[in-house]
Nanobody, 116 residues
């Protein structure tokens, strides 16, 4: 089963940028789906962006035009570039990885805090 570890969270002011990374324990070529989700205090975990092994991406409307997902196949890393951050982007961000026929694996999460 794949393992994933996130990094790159932090605190920024509104309008700032952060880059999150998610390192997988196997070649991301062989992971059918990877994505980023986030959970704000007292709220459910929400979808942010996903990418298939074929490179197809899907973004939540709330982050379109501001967030960009990318893969580094050499480093087995999934990246999330977040620009023009807003206070409502404050949440714990989780990386998810899904293999065919296997339950989704979640990372431990990384905190992103955006102040106004």
């Amino acid at each position: 089963q794949v393992q994933v570890v996130e990094s790159g969270g932090g605190s920024v002011q509104a309008g700032g940028s952060l880059r999150l990374s998610c390192v997988a324990s196997m070649s991301i070529f062989n992971i059918n789906y990877m994505g980023w989700y986030r959970q704000a205090p007292g709220k459910q975990r929400d979808f942010v962006v996903g990418i298939t092994s074929g490179g197809l991406t899907n973004y939540a409307d709330s982050v379109k035009g501001r967030f960009t997902i990318s893969r580094d196949n050499v480093k087995n890393t999934l990246n999330l570039e977040m620009n023009n951050l807003k206070p409502e982007d404050t949440a714990v961000y989780y990386c998810a990885a899904t293999l065919t026929g296997v339950a989704t694996t979640w990372g431990q999460g990384t905190q992103v805090t955006v102040s106004s």
